[in-house]
């Protein structure tokens, strides 16, 4: 054996995790939990998939296209795998995330490289599951466990996360039972679980304490936690927020995704009384068409968005709005498309996101009638994007000439340069003078770029 190959097989005490991650936010959390559990079985982070002796695809499974990027990652981690076979060297591959839960074993019959499938509720025994697989084992976890993951899983380290930059996520809330008929989160996540206070609070104050100045608080329906509060009384979101917003060194807090139904009056209030609490909401509407919102199990009507809408701009004047929407749900006619153009145009974003409606296997929206031509399809996207992307150029362009708090996250591009985070999540460009990683400041909108503000310091 060549010496190199020798000290590669003798590095057991060294082995190299990466993990490639797709789809929400959510997944981004869980990525880093991950290499948080598999840190303490000896597994280091490594960014580059050649050297690694674990390869972790953390799946999403919202679209039709996000699952089948999937299978052609397999089809290239295949061939890596039988490169690395030849040498002698052991290469595992797992598929973690909403796909592995979906599809489950069916994923081992379609790729012969995965030796295991990791459903989402199951992330804490993934050390014990690699363990297994490294002795030969295909292994398949996708029952929801009874214990609770979260008590499970290790602490994020200190270290790591200081290494992770100033802004961080933490899931305070999992899983769905909305059940709008499009969409499979409430089968690849399961039945909402909410975190208790404790666990939140001890998390942020955890992150607080490594240099974080930003916390956005996830969860699929993150508006309809309700978690156990250290009295033993049942806490809502807004609550929550209070409390998190007296953790000292936390500056900023934002939370994501919303339910338009579960927006309740103390979490209105917060918006008004949290100065910490950043003025930009992503609620989701996905359509402005009665029928449709009907048809998607939404329960509300398009009224009622905006009702809502003026409630919390009355609780928070300067509060940017963004959201979600779906072109082309089974049904969707011109005049529905229309109602989703006069909604958008009623509302304002600052931003949006935008899909073509992807039938998925087991929702009800899959076997509706009345399926949306993909040609009439991408006309409305693009018509509806156009829209969008004029309301956040007014939007932007609105900020020039303003003075704005900025987070400084990281070192620019150009030298001598630092890139901000705005209240609204724009990147803003700054003179590096403007202060440290980690700072919040105040700068003065110059001009917008593409996708980003430039600034200068005041
Ligand atoms: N929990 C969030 C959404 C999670 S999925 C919420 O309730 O708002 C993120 C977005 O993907 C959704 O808001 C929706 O716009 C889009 N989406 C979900 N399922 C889809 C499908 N089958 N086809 C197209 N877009 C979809
Ligand atoms: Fe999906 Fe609807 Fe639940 Fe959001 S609320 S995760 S869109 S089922
Ligand atoms: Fe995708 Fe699962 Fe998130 S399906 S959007 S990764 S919850």
Redesign the pocket.
Known sequence: MPAGEAAAAGADAARKVFIKTY??Q??VYDSQRMNDALAADGYSATETIEDADLVLLNT???REK?AEKVYSELGRLNKLKAERAARGREMVVGVT??VAQAEGREIIRRSAAVDLVVGPQTYHRLPEVVRKARGGHKVVETEYALEDKFEHLPAPRKAEVARRGVTAFLTVQEGCDKFCTFC??PY??GSEVSRSVAQIVAEAERLAEAGVREVTLLG?NVNAWHGEGPDGSEWGLGRLLYRLAEIPGLARLRYTTSHPRDMDDELIAAHRDLAVLMPYLHLPVQSGSDRILKAMNRKHTAKDYLRLIDRIRAARPDIAMSGDFIVGFPGETDADFEATLAIIRATNYASAYSFKYSPRPGTPGAEMGGHVEEKVKDERLQRLQALITEQQHVFANGLVGRTMSTLIEKPGREPGQVVGRSPWLQPVIVDEKAGEIGDIVDVRITKTGTNSLFAETV
């Open positions: 789809g929400c959510m997944n999403c499974h919202i996000a995330g909403c499979v989160v690849t996540r699929q």
